[in-house]
């Protein structure tokens, strides 16, 4: 023990720390993260090198010679960390691990890029430029599939490299989950079963959507004093009616809480019914975009092409949004069905 | 004398560590070095593993820090597997993150270790390795020119699924991989 403290002068282990900092670095991240373990990693390979000066120099002070001696024999920094990177059953460039969540990216992404380029296709179809909206739409998904293809697969063939697992991104309570489920003797294949009925997110929209409904009915908040055109005070009074009228309905569905499920559906295809008269308000400020308040005060006309895009792309929102509650509102049965299962798994 | 040509000192691989060999000899060749040199890492890499579980598994309880399972290796093997020491420890990470064995933290001669033990399933799953790579190395035996004897009296291989079973715990009556009932089968081989 004392030789080994004779060995550790500030040099030796100025040399030690900075092989160590070394391989620090060139960890991949997901480790990096975990510092608990990261820091038993290193004290490990730090011990280790110390048990190796004292066999080269069977107990006697080590010269820096020795101590390079004992490093080299670890290996090189790089070596180390891509053991570490070795993770994952190899597929194609992506680990069989992360293919599932590469698809279902691609997927998310390409679903939402094609519905704009839809409601795109809409809009240049309603100014009767139909060869050009046809043309376009097929050159906007080709290039969006393109674009958004390459730009996933990069960053799965990144995440793959450096060794990273599905179980990097799970959060603490996905975890304490995975653990539960272990100890129950739940096979890994049991998917956790969410309850598609939220109460307290139901609570909050209906009091977001009727405060807001209520400000803009009656633009009781003006701080800067604009004065409106009459038609644009009429298209505030209609969106926020209609946020009021949703603001009840998710109020309906909180009084509802866990019970009848049809009564549930029957308040979300009311909701979205009414969502979707966002678009002709929405068609009312593309059609005449200098009733939008800011024409008042400044008067430049290109910003009539952008408050009419910005309100296509509003459209294009509320369509997709409707397009989601609807599926939501059709799978709520089932979902919740396959929520009870779980929890009963749970409790027997 | 034809000139000697020093390479390599103490490394991973077999080839690497031919330390004297003629100008004109085989090995003398990079391409010939390379390739040999990867395929060795090949056969070495799943063979660390069992080496590492081997050592571990006969230190039992009490376990075995990294230092220590490194030397003994290397003597068991004769300094023949030799590990590439700062990769080991990536090795026993994922071992034991795969329930196969656990650490535990002991203080030895006034610095705190790992010691690494098997875990229940770890030596289920290592009897099961082992008795499919002996299994594995006696059907080689013809084709690859090599002698090799089982210790039947002390271990019997599954001939369903390889498992390796110590004979020397009593009353063992069944293959605790697949269950397969062995009392008969011993019977009928004696």
């Given at each position: 023990m004392e030789e080994t403290k004779m060995s550790q002068n500030s040099e030796n282990v100025k040399y030690v720390k900075t092989y160590l900092k070394q391989i620090e670095e060139k960890l991949p991240e997901w480790l990096k993260e975990k510092k608990s373990e990261l820091n038993d990693l290193l004290d490990e390979i730090e011990q280790h090198i110390w048990d190796k000066i004292e066999e080269i120099t069977q107990g006697q002070p080590a010269s820096l010679i020795?101590?390079?001696?004992?490093?080299?024999?670890?290996?090189?920094?790089?070596?180390?960390?891509?053991?570490?990177?070795?993770?994952?059953?190899?597929?194609?460039?992506?680990?069989?691990?992360?293919?599932?969540?590469?698809?279902?990216?691609?997927?998310?992404?390409?679903?939402i890029l094609?519905?704009?380029?839809?409601?795109?296709?809409?809009f240049s179809v309603a100014d009767g430029e139909v060869g050009d909206a046809i043309w376009n739409l097929l050159s906007g998904v080709f290039n969006a599939f393109v674009i958004s293809s390459f730009i996933i697969t990069l960053i799965f063939v990144g995440l793959s490299?450096?060794?990273?697992?599905?179980?990097?991104?799970?959060?603490?309570?996905?975890?304490a989950e995975k653990e539960t489920q272990k100890k129950l003797g739940i096979g890994e294949s049991i998917k956790k079963e969410e309850n598609p009925i939220k109460i307290g997110e139901l609570i909050f929209g209906s009091v977001s959507a009727l405060i807001f409904g209520f400000l803009l009915l009656t633009q009781s908040i003006n701080p800067f004093e604009i004065?409106?055109?009459?038609?644009?005070?009429?298209?505030?009074?209609?969106?926020?009616?209609?946020?009021?009228?949703?603001?009840?309905?998710?109020?309906?569905?909180?009084?509802?809480?866990?019970?009848?499920?049809?009564?549930h559906q029957i308040l979300m295809t009311l909701d979205i019914i009414f969502g979707l008269f966002f678009i002709p308000i929405g068609l009312i400020v593309i059609n005449n975009p200098e009733i939008f308040p800011f024409f008042n005060?400044?008067?430049?006309?290109?910003?009539?092409?952008g408050v009419a895009l910005g309100f296509k792309i509003f459209i294009g929102f509320v369509i997709f949004g409707s397009v989601v509650a609807f599926y939501e509102m059709v799978t709520l049965k089932s979902k919740h069905a396959r929520y009870l299962a779980y929890k009963n798994m749970f409790n027997s | 004398m034809k000139n000697i040509v020093w390479i390599g000192n103490g490394e991973y691989c077999m080839i690497k560590r031919v330390k004297t060999f003629l100008p004109d000899a085989t090995i003398n060749s990079a391409e010939y070095r390379a390739y040999t040199?990867?395929?060795?890492?090949?056969?070495?890499?799943?063979?660390?593993?069992?080496?590492?579980?081997?050592?571990?598994?006969?230190?039992?309880?009490?376990?075995?820090?990294?230092?220590?399972?490194?030397?003994?290796?290397?003597?068991?093997?004769?300094?023949?597997?030799?590990?590439?020491?700062?990769?080991?420890?990536?090795i026993l990470k994922k071992l034991e993150k795969d329930g196969i064995i656990e650490s535990k933290k002991q203080v030895y001669e006034g610095r705190p270790r790992n010691y690494y033990s098997m875990t229940?399933?770890?030596?289920?799953?290592?009897?099961?390795?082992?008795?499919?790579?002996?299994?594995?190395?006696?059907?080689?035996?013809?084709?690859?020119?090599?002698?090799?004897?089982?210790?039947?009296?002390?271990?019997?291989?599954?001939?369903?699924?390889?498992?390796?079973?110590?004979?020397?715990?009593?009353?063992?009556?069944?293959?605790?991989?697949?269950?397969?009932?062995?009392?008969?089968?011993?019977?009928?081989?004696?």
């Amino acid at each position: 023990m004392e030789e080994t403290k004779m060995s550790q002068n500030s040099e030796n282990v100025k040399y030690v720390k900075t092989y160590l900092k070394q391989i620090e670095e060139k960890l991949p991240e997901w480790l990096k993260e975990k510092k608990s373990e990261l820091n038993d990693l290193l004290d490990e390979i730090e011990q280790h090198i110390w048990d190796k000066i004292e066999e080269i120099t069977q107990g006697q002070p080590a010269s820096l010679i020795e101590v390079q001696k004992a490093i080299a024999s670890m290996g090189s920094p790089e070596k180390i960390a891509n053991e570490y990177k070795r993770r994952g059953t190899p597929k194609v460039y992506i680990t069989q691990e992360l293919w599932p969540i590469y698809l279902k990216g691609l997927k998310i992404i390409f679903s939402i890029l094609l519905i704009l380029n839809i409601v795109g296709f809409i809009f240049s179809v309603a100014d009767g430029e139909v060869g050009d909206a046809i043309w376009n739409l097929l050159s906007g998904v080709f290039n969006a599939f393109v674009i958004s293809s390459f730009i996933i697969t990069l960053i799965f063939v990144g995440l793959s490299m450096e060794g990273y697992l599905p179980e990097d991104f799970e959060t603490k309570e996905e975890k304490a989950e995975k653990e539960t489920q272990k100890k129950l003797g739940i096979g890994e294949s049991i998917k956790k079963e969410e309850n598609p009925i939220k109460i307290g997110e139901l609570i909050f929209g209906s009091v977001s959507a009727l405060i807001f409904g209520f400000l803009l009915l009656t633009q009781s908040i003006n701080p800067f004093e604009i004065v409106f055109d009459p038609q644009f005070i009429a298209v505030m009074q209609y969106s926020g009616l209609i946020f009021i009228i949703s603001g009840v309905l998710h109020f309906g569905r909180v009084l509802l809480g866990q019970k009848s499920l049809s009564g549930h559906q029957i308040l979300m295809t009311l909701d979205i019914i009414f969502g979707l008269f966002f678009i002709p308000i929405g068609l009312i400020v593309i059609n005449n975009p200098e009733i939008f308040p800011f024409f008042n005060v400044i008067d430049i006309q290109e910003i009539y092409n952008g408050v009419a895009l910005g309100f296509k792309i509003f459209i294009g929102f509320v369509i997709f949004g409707s397009v989601v509650a609807f599926y939501e509102m059709v799978t709520l049965k089932s979902k919740h069905a396959r929520y009870l299962a779980y929890k009963n798994m749970f409790n027997s | 004398m034809k000139n000697i040509v020093w390479i390599g000192n103490g490394e991973y691989c077999m080839i690497k560590r031919v330390k004297t060999f003629l100008p004109d000899a085989t090995i003398n060749s990079a391409e010939y070095r390379a390739y040999t040199e990867n395929f060795e890492s090949e056969i070495l890499r799943g063979i660390s593993t069992l080496a590492i579980l081997s050592i571990i598994q006969k230190t039992g309880s009490e376990g075995i820090y990294g230092y220590a399972l490194l030397k003994q290796i290397e003597q068991e093997t004769r300094n023949i597997l030799i590990l590439e020491e700062g990769t080991m420890y990536p090795i026993l990470k994922k071992l034991e993150k795969d329930g196969i064995i656990e650490s535990k933290k002991q203080v030895y001669e006034g610095r705190p270790r790992n010691y690494y033990s098997m875990t229940t399933q770890g030596n289920r799953v290592y009897n099961h390795l082992m008795g499919f790579f002996t299994k594995l190395v006696e059907s080689l035996k013809s084709i690859m020119g090599i002698d090799v004897i089982l210790p039947e009296k002390s271990f019997f291989y599954c001939p369903n699924c390889a498992n390796k079973i110590d004979l020397r715990i009593k009353e063992v009556r069944f293959c605790e991989a697949c269950g397969l009932n062995i009392q008969d089968i011993q019977k009928i081989s004696k």
